[in-house]
């Protein structure tokens, strides 16, 4: 089945940084999402981006399904930004469901 | 913004007692789905749910899982009988069409001591 991986795995900051993260699929992909899981626990959707660019804010996120990967861009970062980040991905045929990467852990430092 | 409601939030449950996790998803959504992550590991897709039967299920989802929508609102995940290995957060989503974007519900964590 598809690989997921998503790089760094773990990451610090201080608050006002800018990080840049990673996700890499093994297969072709038709949707991809971005979460971020906030210290309860819940996950909260920031994209829906099977391609090309968007932003929100601080938060912007780029595919290029062509080359197998995403990345999560998150500017002037701030404490609420800790948490787990996950990229999921649904493969091009066979299946509606969607494959969750491994994760990265990010903590903002005040 | 419509969002997928999820009860009860934490559920503390004895081995081999039968559990029910509750969901409402967004009202003119399709497809339903459970997800599972035990701490500190992924997320993982159990079931996916269309048009009142299961349209795909993973190996996790054995004999001892049910899904079930049982009126026009609610979606309900069932174990039978809970094992110690079932301890996690369980997280329902629903997709208007099978090709959207999941909205994710904010969870059940299910403890089973």
């Known amino acids: 089945g598809i690989q997921v991986e998503q790089s760094p795995p773990d990451l610090i900051l201080q608050e006002g940084a800018n990080s840049t993260l990673r996700c890499n699929f093994s297969?072709?992909?038709?949707?991809l999402q971005w979460f971020h899981q906030n210290p309860w626990g819940q996950l909260i959707n920031l994209f829906y981006?099977?391609?090309g660019t968007k932003q929100n804010g601080r938060l912007s996120a780029t595919t290029v399904a062509t080359e197998r990967y995403s990345l999560l861009y998150i500017s002037s970062s701030q404490t609420t930004d800790s948490g787990v980040y996950f990229c999921?991905?649904?493969?091009?045929?066979?299946?509606?469901?969607?494959?969750f990467g491994t994760g990265t852990r990010l903590k903002v430092l005040a | 913004e419509p969002e997928v409601t999820q009860t009860p939030s934490h559920q503390v449950t004895q081995m081999g007692q039968e559990v029910i996790l509750r969901c409402v998803p967004i009202?003119?959504?399709?497809?339903f789905y459970w997800y599972r992550q035990i701490l500190g590991q992924k997320v993982e897709f159990l079931v996916s749910?269309?048009?009142?039967?299961?349209?795909?299920k993973s190996e996790i989802f054995d004999d001892q899982f049910s899904v079930e929508r049982p009126d026009g609102s609610n979606f309900t995940l069932k174990i039978r009988s809970t094992k110690l290995e079932d301890s996690a957060m369980y997280f329902c989503?629903?997709?208007?069409?099978?090709?959207?974007?999941?909205?994710f519900g904010s969870g059940t964590r299910l403890t089973v001591v």
């Open positions: 981006i099977p391609s």
């Open positions: 989503a629903s997709s208007e069409q099978a090709r959207d974007g999941y909205t």
């Open positions: 297969d072709s992909v038709n949707n």
């Open positions: 749910f269309y048009n009142n039967e299961i349209s795909e």
């Open positions: 999921a991905v649904r493969v091009t045929s066979g299946t509606y469901k969607y494959i």
């Open positions: 009202s003119n959504h399709l497809y």
